[in-house]
């Protein structure tokens, strides 16, 4: 399995009360109901939205190393692989291929 990521720090988490016009608009084109859901909360990356609600958590002995801690489904062959930062509260993504 290879992960490629350049360890860019994204935001946190955005709420549907604080996004831009553009960001709704990606939400609801992607995930219909849930930007009237207050407390949803998503993350963009590679200019697409994720719920994180569908973030699937990372257990002991998965293939994507010790560094992860979630990801998201992407293709068949594909995965975003998620890191999260305590100290600031931002993410790190990657993209998981075979």
Known sequence: MEIKTNYH???AKVYPYDMTPRQKKQ????????IELVDA?????????????DC???????????????Y??????????VHYNDEDATYIFGLAFS
């Open 9 to 11: 720090k994204y935001e």
């Open 27 to 34: 939400v609801e084109s992607a995930y219909g109901g849930l």
């Open 41 to 53: 909360e998503f993350v963009f990356y590679r200019d697409h939205p994720y719920f994180m609600g």
């Open 56 to 70: 699937m958590r990372l257990s002991k002995g998965h293939p994507f190393g010790a560094f992860w801690h979630g």
């Open 72 to 81: 998201f489904d992407d293709t068949f062959f594909s995965a975003i692989v």
